[in-house]
């Protein structure tokens, strides 16, 4: 791919090749075919050409979108995006030899790096099974509407994602509304989320705001917020997931984590068949930020699950947001959590937190909830130590196969993180 680049940009400059005029911001020498902001009838891409996103590219009106192996799509300007509707499809099924790559233009120009983020926007697939709420809105696009508030459409499909990378991701399009790596709203169980790696993002690698899609083999590297982040009711299955959480943020630990289980703001009261309740399983993060932030009336149930730092400071790994995240009652340990730390021995007690990051500060915080007042449902205990397996980590696919991009680990070099096979 980089030599077809280097060619294309040499033959583009000996000719004195410009932009034609319908490429926008894509670049003629790298993009061979600007999609349509609007696709509202079956297309299909291939890999004998380099598809460009320019802005906002919606998939509307029951079409689907379909992308074969090996095709490689960039997003030509910042705020550059993919949007799969309500009631369209997207079929994207690469293979491990030939992933499908969302990517910059910036990327295919050579000029980003590994960590490179915040180049164009990312992927969003909106469903119409149940999410907390009327009339839910995409937070960076709200003329995106996803969910509905009954359990008709939780079994629907919006299509299949499977061996797809996704780098550089997450434009800000105001304060606290970006766009995150991947995108998922109200998307039903039948949509096929597979072995995905997503590289690099200014804001979540992955968010999910209700439905009850499973996910299963996630590779997020380099989130500078949360690199798992699920709300407003979603009650689906993620399993197989590796985290390398880069991002510390400057004001509190835990508001960049390795995952982050909410329902976005606090305005309902839920129980435990209406919380946000993923069930999350054979799962390793890495940490350099937080662990597990929990908030607004939000669950979990968690089985063989790793997270490891070795951080001096900040030891938490466990934080509550307030008295909100905890009056559901639904935080179950479906198996055995492992929280670690390489650089000293830690007790579990200094894992939990004992202040919350809202008020009230010191009641029911993680170590009240689950140490005080014992408040463990289900036969997982929380252990200091690397008992747990967490993730066949050479068996995450990374993204690498196929492509010429190597993700190395040097971040955490006293820490044993596999590569790719």
Known sequence: MIKKLILRVLFASLLGTNASADMGNCKSFIVDERLPNVIDSNMTLDPSKIYGIDKKVIVQNGATLTIKPGTTLAGCSLFSFLVIAQDAKIDA?????????????????????????????????????????????????????????????????????????????????????????????????????????????????IEIWGGSVTIDGLFVYNAMDDSVDVDLGYQGEIKNVLVVQNRIASENNHDSSVMEIGNDENLIQTDALTATLPKISNFTGYVKGGGIYNKYDAGFKLDNVKLVSKKSKNNEMIYFRGKDSYTTGAKYLEGDVCLYNSSEEKTIDSFLAQENSKSPKKEYTPYNYFIKDHNLVGKGKFLASLKCKGVNEHKVWKGQVGSEQEITFREFDTLQVATSK
């Open 93 to 205: 099924k690469g293979t491990e030899k030939e992933p499908i790559v969302f990517t910059s233009q910036m990327d295919l120009l050579g000029f980003s790096s590994t960590n490179g983020v915040g180049e164009w926007g990312g992927v969003v697939i909106a469903g119409n099974a149940f999410t907390h709420y009327e009339n839910n809105k995409y937070e960076a696009d709200e003329s995106i509407s996803f969910g509905s508030s009954d359990h008709l459409h939780d079994n629907e499909s919006s299509g299949a994602l499977e061996y797809v990378v996704i780098k550089h991701t997450g434009y800000e399009v105001r304060k606290d509304r970006e766009l995150n790596g991947l995108s998922l709203a109200g998307v039903g169980s039948g949509t096929t989320i597979r072995n995905i790696a997503i590289i690099g993002g200014q804001d979540d690698g």
